[in-house]
């Protein structure tokens, strides 16, 4: 296994710095001059305006992370990228090392997604009869299909994230290797979490053309959604992936911490409940984004585009968490092995 790393391990390359922090400049500009003179008529102009500023402070946070520790939060994007082939081939390894020595194998992993919507189903469609939900717009979908889009993202995002964080933890005989670069490890638990979540958003597609909801152009946001939150949890992971090395007693954190979050996104439930000074508390959780975007994506006929300030919000958001969770990573890199 060692000498196989070694082989596949590339070169790192350097980015040019002077054009990718000038294209970042203009990018943040272009997006701030966007965000200070938008006008929504029909919104309240009060949390119009805390939008923007906090909008505007992420984006001035996340160029002067840049701006100051370039070098430092290159080096992770830049080593993801030379060892992808890697990444791949590891992840799919690990995804199969799961089931390994049992009879049916990867199939397990298929059965616990429509299992889990039957589960649903038969409670609240036969049991409790709960036949609909309301959502934005007034537009009624069926609870069971309003549950699933919403607990779809969620299970990605909370196996994922667990999976990731104690991903040093389970490959620590790589940890201690000098060639290997340690930083694939989250990204390897994560892409093997997006397999089983590809098979379960093809589950809820079924269960929404058995509705009636069957895919429109709008269902292609799928993938940008999917996308999104990718990049959220990664981003979250190479904070506590770091951090849970040197404090085994975060994954019990994290485990709680999930279970109240459930509750605090709106997956269980519909957002338009909230009175509307209430909403925006729910909307700076970034799974919020990912859950409604499900749902628009499923049965909303909604463009992402079209939640100007939700959007800007949450990239700006993970770019934050990433370059934050990035240098974490590299600064405790190097303390990893002696504790491990």
């Not at 080096?75 to 390894?93: A, D, M, Q, T």
């Not at 919403?150 to 040093?168: H, I, K, Q, R």
Request: with cysteine.
């Amino acid at each position: 296994m060692e000498k196989q790393c070694r082989d596949k391990l590339p070169i790192i390359s350097e980015f040019p710095k002077k054009i990718v922090l000038g294209v970042y400049y203009v990018l943040a500009l272009v997006l701030m001059m966007i965000i200070v003179f938008h006008y929504n008529p029909l919104a309240d102009q009060h949390t119009e305006f805390l939008k923007k500023m906090c909008a505007c402070i992420l984006l001035g946070l996340s160029a002067a992370l840049m701006t100051f520790w370039y070098d430092k939060l290159m080096v992770l994007p830049v080593e993801l990228y030379n060892s992808r082939k890697l990444i791949w081939r590891l992840s799919v390894n690990d995804f199969k090392k799961r089931y390994a020595g049992s009879y049916m194998g990867v199939v397990w992993a298929l059965v616990q997604p429509v299992v889990t919507v039957l589960m649903y189903w038969f409670v609240f469609d036969r049991i409790f009869q709960t036949r609909s939900q309301m959502v934005a717009g007034g537009v009624e979908v069926p609870y069971v299909l309003f549950l699933t889009t919403g607990l779809v993202p969620w299970f990605f995002f909370n196996e994922a994230l667990m999976n990731g964080t104690t991903s040093l933890l389970e490959y620590n005989y790589l940890v201690k290797k000098v060639l290997f670069k340690i930083s694939i490890l989250p990204l390897i638990k994560i892409i093997a979490a997006l397999f089983i979540h590809v098979f379960f958003a093809g589950v809820m597609l079924i269960v929404a053309c058995m509705y009636g909801y069957t895919p429109t152009i709008y269902t292609v946001q799928l993938l940008y959604y999917a996308i999104c939150e990718f990049v959220l949890v990664l981003s979250i992971c190479y904070t506590t992936c770091a951090v849970v090395v040197f404090f085994r007693d975060l994954t019990q954190i994290l485990a709680i911490a999930l279970q109240v979050g459930q509750w605090a996104t709106p997956i269980l439930w519909d957002i338009n409940m909230l009175p509307d000074r209430l909403k925006w508390i729910i909307k700076l959780n970034p799974m919020t984004y990912v859950v409604n975007g499900y749902r628009s994506s499923v049965y909303g006929n909604e463009w992402f585009f079209e939640h100007f300030y939700s959007s800007t919000y949450f990239w700006i958001f993970v770019v934050v968490v990433f370059c934050i969770g990035s240098l974490i990573f590299k600064r405790s890199k190097s303390h990893f092995a002696d504790v491990l």
